[in-house]
Every structure is written in structure tokens, then in C-alpha cells.
């Protein structure tokens, strides 16, 4: 099962950017959906952005479109999660997720679709 590792979380003010990193103990690039996952305590873990590492065709969640970008670098195992225009709404713990072969729901970012998931790294914005 491939190890996951998350880092680039920090404080932020509003309006401000944090790049997320998911370093993988394996090769990502062959027949694996990753994602991206963030969750508030007492609260469902939702999904942010999901990506085939195959294709790169990515989904992502309607409140981070057009703010978010998920990619990879298929070089160094890593995955990548670029947030701009931070909100106070996009605290949370941020997880990285990796399945393979695809689980049939990975394009409606559901949780319960990926097998392997990192600690987690946490992201709070300040209004």
C-alpha cells in the first residue's frame, strides 16, 4: 500500500496562497486516482479536488473552482494542491488520498472510494 506524506500547510490571511505537497512512497503516475480531502472537526470529511494520474483529468469541488489547482509531478511521486483566493471557509485539515485501481465514485470526490490516505496537514486563513 503506498505511504502518503503531506506538508505546505500553514496560516494565511484572506485572499492569500498555500501550496500543498503529497509526497508518494511509490510511482503515481501509472493506473492511480489521487485526491485531495479536508475536514473540520465534528464535521464530514469533504472532498476538494480528485485527479487520474494516467490522463491528469481532474475534478474538482463546486466552493474551490477557479481557486484550486491539483497537479502532479509524476518525477518525484508528488502531488500538488495550489490554493489561491483563501477564504476562512477553507480552514481545515487537508489529506492526501491515492487508490488503485479507481474506485467507480472518485469523480464525485467521494472519501469512501480511496484506500490509502496521508496524516494530514493543517490550513487556517484569518479574515
Known amino acids: 500500500q503506498v505511504q502518503l506524506e503531506e506538508s505546505g500547510g500553514g496560516a494565511v490571511q484572506a485572499g492569500g496562497s498555500l501550496r500543498l505537497s503529497c509526497a508518494a512512497s511509490?510511482?503515481?503516475?501509472?493506473?492511480?486516482?489521487m485526491g485531495w480531502f479536508r475536514q473540520v472537526a465534528g464535521r464530514e470529511r469533504e472532498g476538494v479536488a480528485t485527479?487520474?494520474?494516467?490522463?491528469?483529468?481532474?475534478f474538482y469541488a463546486d466552493s474551490v473552482k477557479g481557486r484550486f489547482t491539483v497537479s502532479q509531478d509524476n518525477a518525484k511521486n508528488t502531488l500538488y494542491l495550489d490554493m489561491n483566493s483563501l477564504k476562512p471557509e477553507d480552514t481545515a485539515m487537508y489529506y492526501c488520498?491515492?487508490?488503485?485501481?479507481?474506485?467507480?465514485?472518485?469523480?464525485?470526490?467521494?472519501?469512501?472510494?480511496?484506500?490509502?490516505w496521508g496524516q494530514g496537514t493543517q490550513v487556517t486563513v484569518s479574515s
Open positions: 488520498a491515492a487508490q488503485r485501481p479507481c474506485r467507480l465514485g472518485w469523480t464525485r470526490l467521494m472519501a469512501s472510494t480511496f484506500g490509502s
Open positions: 511509490e510511482d503515481i503516475s501509472s493506473n492511480y486516482c
Open positions: 485527479i487520474y494520474t494516467p490522463s491528469g483529468t481532474t
